[in-house]
C-alpha cells in the first residue's frame, strides 16, 4: 500500500435470520482463526445491547472465548462503553484477560450507550454518565497500572497488566481526549464517517506523548466486499445495505418486510441513511478493493485499518476478509505500534 498500514477486524458477532446465538459465536471463532492465518493485526468486539442481530453484549466474556481458540492474534473491546460500568469491574475483567492470555488483549474504550434509551435504564446508567468518561478513562488506566486513585483499592487481577488502551470516538470529544492522554485513536468511519478528517487532524496536531505512546497513532474503520467481480460484489453489498435497513426500521416498527418491500425500502429516506453511513466501503473486485484500501488510508492518514466484512452470507463474509489479506500482502507475524520503554 502507499501507506504502510497494519490491517485488523471488527466483527460484530452478527446474528443472521437463520442462525442461533450460538452459531454466531462458532462463526467468530472460525474467523479469528483464519484471520490469525492470514496475518490480521487483531479483531475487536464490539459492546451492544437489546440488539438481536448482534451477540457481543458481553464484550469480555466472547473475547475469553475467542482467546482460548485461538494462540497469537490480538484481540479486544471495540470497544467497551465505559459509561455502562464501573471503572474497576473492567480493570478487574481486562486483567483477568490479560493473565490469561499475556500481550494479546487490548481495551478500546467509548462513552455511546451502545443501546437505546429504554435498555440505558435496565443498565441503570444515568445522564451523567457520559461526562464523567475522561475521569472514569484516568481511573481505569490507574487501576491497570497498580496506581490506584482510590486509596485502598485494587484490581485483582487486573494491576500491574497495563492493558493498552485505545479511545474510540465518531467526533472532536474523542479525538482531543487521546491526544490528551497520549492514547491511540480508534475512528468510527464504518458507520458515522462525517468527522473523519477533522477528528483525525485535530488528534495528531494536539497529541501529548505518554507511558504508553511516543507517537499518534490512527485507526480507521472501513467496510469491505470483495467478489471475483464488480457485479457480484455490488450484489453482496445492496444485499447487506437492504439487511441493515430492514433491521433498522424493523426495529422501530416490529414489522417484517417482504424483499419486495426491502428493496423499496432501499431508496428510502431510511435507506439513504444506511448508505450514507456506509460511505467508506471498498467494494469490488480484489483489484479495486486493494485500491480503494489504498486511497482510504492516505484519506483518513492512518496507521491501521480496521476492516468489517458487511456481507450477510458466511462464505462472502469471509472470502472478503481473506481477499483483502492477501491483496495487501498480509503476513503472521506484525510489529506492534511504537511505544516508549
Known amino acids: 500500500m502507499k501507506r504502510r498500514c497494519a490491517f485488523s477486524i471488527l466483527d460484530l458477532a452478527t446474528v443472521a435470520d437463520d442462525e442461533t446465538v450460538n452459531d454466531s459465536f462458532a462463526a467468530s471463532v472460525t474467523l479469528a482463526q483464519h484471520a490469525e492465518r492470514w496475518g490480521y493485526k487483531r479483531i475487536w468486539y464490539a459492546e451492544h445491547h437489546n440488539m438481536k442481530s448482534i451477540a457481543s453484549s458481553a464484550t469480555s466474556v466472547l473475547i475469553g472465548h475467542i482467546a482460548a481458540h485461538t494462540s497469537a492474534i490480538r484481540l479486544g473491546a471495540g470497544g467497551v462503553m465505559l459509561p455502562n460500568h464501573s471503572p474497576l469491574v473492567i480493570a478487574e475483567q481486562f486483567g483477568t484477560l490479560a493473565t490469561l492470555h499475556p500481550g494479546r488483549i487490548d481495551l478500546g474504550l467509548g462513552r455511546a450507550p451502545g443501546t437505546d434509551q429504554t435498555t440505558l435504564r435496565a ?85 501529548q506523548p505518554s507511558e504508553q505512546l511516543e507517537h499518534p497513532y490512527v485507526m480507521a474503520g472501513v467496510n469491505v466486499i470483495a467478489a471475483d467481480s464488480p457485479a457480484e460484489a455490488m450484489r453482496l453489498f445492496d444485499a447487506a445495505q437492504r439487511h441493515r435497513v430492514v433491521r433498522l426500521v424493523g426495529k422501530h416498527s416490529g414489522r417484517r418486510f417482504t424483499a419486495e418491500e426491502a428493496e423499496l425500502l432501499l431508496h428510502s429516506t431510511a435507506g439513504q441513511q444506511v448508505r450514507q453511513m456506509a460511505r467508506y466501503s471498498a467494494v469490488g473486485t480484489p483489484d479495486e478493493v486493494r485500491q480503494y484500501l489504498d486511497e482510504f488510508a492516505e484519506h483518513a492518514h492512518a496507521d491501521e485499518l480496521i476492516v468489517l466484512s458487511a456481507a450477510v452470507d458466511r462464505d462472502a463474509w469471509l472470502r472478503s476478509l481473506e481477499i483483502v489479506a492477501e491483496v495487501c500482502g498480509l503476513a503472521p507475524q506484525h510489529a506492534s505500534i511504537t511505544t516508549k520503554g
Open 123 to 207: 443498565l441503570r446508567r444515568d445522564a451523567t454518565s457520559a461526562d464523567r468518561f475522561p475521569q472514569d478513562v484516568l481511573e481505569l488506566q490507574a487501576y491497570l497500572a497498580g496506581e490506584s486513585r482510590i486509596p485502598g483499592v485494587a484490581a485483582v487481577p487486573g494491576a500491574g497488566t497495563k492493558v493498552p488502551l485505545y479511545i474510540l470516538g465518531s467526533s472532536l470529544f474523542g479525538a482531543r481526549l487521546a491526544a490528551a492522554l497520549g492514547l491511540p485513536y480508534a475512528f468510527a468511519s464504518h458507520f458515522a464517517p462525517d468527522a473523519l478528517e477533522a477528528a483525525v487532524a485535530v488528534y495528531r496536531k494536539e497529541f
